[in-house]
């Protein structure tokens, strides 16, 4: 059985870095998904492809995944660097500006 570890990336509809610290255990679909003839709807035989553990730690994950025998793969997060600026937020407001508002 194989499995897939990974920091979930942040949603696009969120500025901050909620729910994005937890590491996600989640397992790779064995058979391929097939289209109900009947409703149209995508199914598939496996089950353990809808199950998705969530641990604190990779270091958590990795050692669930060993004790139960899981070939797990890690994906290692593409961190953000800082954003930072001298003024900050109160820049934007300053009354020293030396250039004309352009914005």
């Known amino acids: 059985m ?3 570890i990974y920091q979930p990336s942040r949603n696009a509809m969120q500025s901050g870095q909620g729910k ?3 590491w ?5 679909a064995s058979s391929a998904r097939e289209v109900d003839p009947l409703m149209g709807w995508t199914s598939s035989n496996d089950t353990q492809s809808q ?14 995944a060993e004790a139960h025998g899981i070939e797990a793969s890690v994906r290692e997060p ?4 800082a954003n930072i600026r001298a003024g900050g937020y109160g ?8 250039g004309a508002w352009t914005h």
């Open 51 to 64: 199950v998705k553990l969530r641990f604190e730690t990779k270091e958590a994950a990795l050692a669930y």
């Open 2 to 4: 194989q499995a897939r």
């Open 78 to 81: 593409n961190k953000r660097k």
């Open 20 to 22: 994005t610290h937890t």
């Open 24 to 28: 996600i255990l989640e397992y790779v």
């Open 91 to 98: 820049e934007n407001f300053a009354t020293n500006r030396r």
